[in-house]
């Protein structure tokens, strides 16, 4: 039901930035924003899996109208923000949010060292960063309801 709905709203944001803004579902469209949680942190290590307030930081993505995002982390009592577009794509046979930043930022989690940030579907409601692939650590997210 979530990935339908998630579906829609995007659908919706791409729709309401190409048209004349007539459509009052389209206009209300506009102000809405999906948020999408860092929900659990694990490293390489045993038992290293954290969640909830047990994680080193706090992090949600706002996904906003017009395939704009902001970026949010929340660590030792400072709040950090980054924001760009965010885009759908597939690669190969998988299905990934890319958000490419405005401009570099420390909260960008990658390994390539880029402004982009690649987030891969695991279900129709939950994600992964591929941030292990070089730092050991798995950031798992999940679109609130």
Not at 65 to 90: A, H, P, W, Y
Not at 93 to 112: G, P
Not at 128 to 141: A, H
Request: proline share 0%; charged share 25%.
């Amino acid at each position: 039901m979530m990935f339908r709905s998630t579906y829609l709203l995007i659908g919706l944001f791409i729709l309401g930035s190409c048209s004349d803004n007539s459509d009052t579902a389209i206009q209300e469209s506009e102000n809405q924003t999906l948020r999408l949680n860092l929900i659990k942190m694990s490293g390489n290590t045993l038992n290293s899996e954290k969640s909830g307030s047990d994680m080193a930081w706090q992090e949600y993505y706002e996904l906003k109208n017009e395939m704009r995002f902001t970026k949010v982390q929340i660590r030792e009592g400072d709040t950090l923000q980054s924001q760009g577009n965010f885009d759908i794509v597939m690669i190969e046979s998988d299905k990934y949010l890319k958000f490419t930043h405005d401009s570099e930022h420390k909260i960008i989690a990658n390994c390539t060292g880029t402004t982009e940030e690649l987030l891969e579907y695991t279900d129709s409601n939950s994600l992964e960063s591929n941030w292990e692939d070089c730092r050991g650590s798995s950031l798992y997210y999940q679109f609130e309801n």
